[in-house]
Nanobody, 113 residues
Framework: QVQLVESGGGLVQSGGSLRLSCVVS????????MAWYRQAPGNQRELLGA???????NYVDFVKGRFTISRDNAKNTMYLQMNSLQPEDTAVYYC???????WGQGTQVTVSS
């Protein structure tokens, strides 16, 4: 069974940085595109960006220049480097296997002003 486990969230001050990790069990990771999403209280889950199995990335406009997605296929791990964090980035962050209904439990990111 495929499992995704996010980690690395926490409390950070405005302007700070965090790096989230997503570890995926099984061999599906290496051949799959992956994505990061987030969901703030009262809001729908929103896509942040995605990375192909080969490492090509795409981002939504509001995170371009601040967030970077990367992956290490040898470790079955995807990362989300977040810089210049703002209070509006406060949310639960999730990783996802692109186009599949596999989700992790999420990791909470809280940015204080």
């Amino acid at each position: 069974q495929v499992q995704l486990v996010e980690s690395g969230g926490g409390l950070v001050q405005s302007g700070g940085s965090l790096r989230l990790s997503c570890v995926v069990s099984g061999s599906i990771f290496g051949r799959s595109a992956m994505a990061w999403y987030r969901q703030a209280p009262g809001n729908q889950r929103e896509l942040l960006g995605a990375i192909s199995s080969a490492g090509s990335t795409n981002y939504v406009d509001f995170v371009k220049g601040r967030f970077t997605i990367s992956r290490d296929n040898a470790k079955n791990t995807m990362y989300l480097q977040m810089n210049s964090l703002q209070p509006e980035d406060t949310a639960v962050y999730y990783c996802n296997i692109w186009g599949r209904s596999y989700w992790g439990q999420g990791t909470q990111v809280t940015v204080s002003s």
